[in-house]
């Protein structure tokens, strides 16, 4: 069983910055694409940023040039950048692991979420 773990969030003012974590646990022999959604209240999940394991990475518009995903595939662990946060970023950011494989197959899964809140 495949269990992701997301840190980092809380309340920052605009102009200000965070870093998100990701951690999934479980025999995990790869995963193939590492992503962070995020969802506002009374909107829909969007993608925010995505890297499959050669490191390739997609971002929406609304965070180019400001958000950086990275990850650790030797850790299993995905990371988002987040810099000159602005209030429309407030949102539960979720991390997804798609393309998971482990002895019993292939799963995606999802995190639990982490508030991030962007006010002054």
């Known amino acids: 069983q495949v269990h992701l773990v997301e840190s980092g969030g809380g309340l920052v003012q605009p102009g200000g910055s965070l870093r998100l974590s990701c951690a999934a646990s479980?025999?995990?022999?790869?995963?193939?694409?590492m992503a962070w959604y995020r969802q506002a209240p009374g909107k829909q999940r969007e993608l925010v940023a995505n890297?499959?394991?050669?490191?390739?990475?997609n971002y929406a518009d609304s965070v180019k040039g400001r958000f950086t995903i990275s990850r650790d595939n030797a850790k299993n662990m995905v990371y988002l950048q987040m810099n000159s946060l602005k209030p429309e970023d407030t949102a539960v950011y979720y991390c997804?692991?798609?393309?998971?494989?482990?002895?019993?197959?292939?799963?995606?899964?999802w995190g639990q979420g982490t508030q991030v809140t962007v006010s002054s």
């Open positions: 479980g025999t995990i022999f790869a995963i193939y694409l």
């Open positions: 997804e692991a798609d393309g998971v494989i482990t002895p019993t197959g292939r799963s995606n899964d």
């Open positions: 890297m499959n394991i050669d490191g390739l990475s």
